[in-house]
């Protein structure tokens, strides 16, 4: 059995929820929370599940297109999010959370802590460390896939694997 995302194209039919070739299951076909073309809409949604951000539309003339699936596992988090237009999204700094960036179609830039990552599909993914703000810029028919662990559960199982770990639970934000 394969596993495999919903509407991993930002060019996706709003309806696109059936099963692929034979064995695949369609993992957040059940999880999508919302589709819009509004752009506020899309920000506060998201913003209910993820974390304060700004989010603007590179292009006012283009249409958003925004569709956002997401699952939670208690202490990880999975989104799927879709732009049909290229987006920048700013989040402030915070402490409670990092995420994995891999984009599944399009690519993102992501600058955190003076640092720049671009990453695309099936080549790099991006880890991003809580602390600093951050800023994305998508482009345009863009998916991306974004892991969020929270930091007091990684921090928690570290102490389990290495009881002589000291101090915070500290990530170097990287490409990979």
Same mark, same amino acid.
């Given at each position: ?20 070739? *034979? ?36 292009? *006012? ?9 997401? *699952?939670?596992?208690?202490? +990880? ?11 920048? +999204? ?27 990552? +671009? ?31 929270? +930091? ?25």
């Amino acid at each position: 059995m394969t596993a495999v995302l919903d509407n991993v194209s930002a060019n996706a039919q709003p309806d696109a929820r059936s099963a692929g070739p *034979a064995g695949q299951v369609n993992c957040l076909a059940s999880y999508r929370r919302f589709r819009t073309n509004d752009r506020e809409y899309a920000e506060t949604e998201t913003a209910k599940l993820l974390s304060p951000h700004r989010l603007q539309v590179s292009n *006012a003339a283009d249409e958003l297109g925004a569709a956002l699936s997401w *699952a939670s596992l208690g202490a +990880i988090s999975v989104y799927l999010f879709n732009y049909h237009s290229a987006v920048s +999204i700013d989040r402030p700094a915070h402490h409670d959370y990092m995420t994995v960036v891999t984009p599944l179609s399009g690519h993102v830039i992501v600058r955190h802590r003076k640092q720049e990552f +671009i990453t695309r599909p099936h080549q790099v993914q991006a880890a991003v460390s809580w602390g600093d703000s951050m800023h994305m810029e998508l482009s345009a028919n863009c998916a991306v896939l974004l892991m969020r662990a929270e +930091i007091a559960a990684l921090t928690e199982a570290l102490r389990t694997l290495a009881p002589e770990a000291e101090g915070p639970l500290r990530f170097k934000s990287a490409a990979a």
